[in-house]
């Protein structure tokens, strides 16, 4: 089945710091990857995406580059602001994986603090 | 734009009762599906739907049922609360067709089963 590793946090850096948060999946057919991003209190909100291998998602500095070869999707920030501090989800959506494929598989999730 | 939305915010139950966590989306998005989010577990899916009269179990269904009577409306019931069923439930929607379509989540449910 579908799956998605992505580390463990907490990660706490400091602003203006460079940011990488890892992700490696493992899927039957050729999944669009995401990447979620979770304010305190509230819902998950969509940061990127990418749907093929060699795309770049980018948004608000962040960017993740969809790598088959590694079956990998690092997200990466050059310099981190107290605002960016939230829980990070990774996630796929494969639809040739049987019934009910067109659901996300979430990583765990990985908290980041950022200090001034 | 209402997207996802959710009632109740908070919630505070005994164990044995009952309730209804209400979702509703304006998107006319065929898909829509309850997650529960646990500390270190990441989000985990309770239950989804394709599509108005259709639904099925996703990986942690036990103790909760669901019904899609309209496209717009999704709601969860807990038949008979337990502690282990304290969480936050998320709710969320996509749209149909390819799986490139992001989900859409509304703010959560925080719920507490003493």
């Known amino acids: 089945g579908n799956s998605v590793t992505q580390m463990e946090g907490p990660v706490t850096l400091s602003e203006e710091a460079f940011l990488t948060i890892n992700c490696t999946y493992t899927?039957?057919?050729?999944?669009?990857l995401f990447w979620y991003v979770q304010y305190p209190g509230e819902g998950l909100q969509l940061l990127l995406k990418a749907t093929k291998a060699d795309d770049k998602g980018s948004n608000k500095g962040f960017e993740a580059t969809y790598r088959k070869e590694t079956t990998s999707f690092h997200l990466e920030k050059g310099s981190v602001q107290v605002s960016d501090s939230a829980v990070y989800f990774c996630a796929l959506s494969d639809m040739n994986s049987g019934a009910g494929s067109y659901q996300l598989t979430f990583g765990k999730g990985t908290k980041l603090s950022v200090i001034p | 734009n209402a997207g996802v939305t959710q009632t109740p915010k908070f919630q505070v139950l005994k164990t044995g009762q009952s309730m209804t966590l209400q979702c509703a989306q304006d998107m006319n998005h065929e898909y829509m599906s309850w997650y529960r989010q646990d500390p270190g577990m990441g989000l985990r899916l309770i239950h989804y739907s394709v599509g108005a009269g259709i639904t099925d179990q996703g990986e942690v269904p036990n103790g909760y049922n669901v019904s899609r009577s309209t496209t717009e409306d999704f709601p969860l019931r807990l038949l008979s609360a337990a502690p282990s069923q304290t969480s936050v439930y998320f709710c969320a929607s996509r749209k149909a067709g390819t799986d490139n379509q992001p989900q859409h989540f509304g703010d959560g449910t925080r719920l507490s089963i003493l």
């Open positions: 899927a039957t057919g050729y999944p669009s």
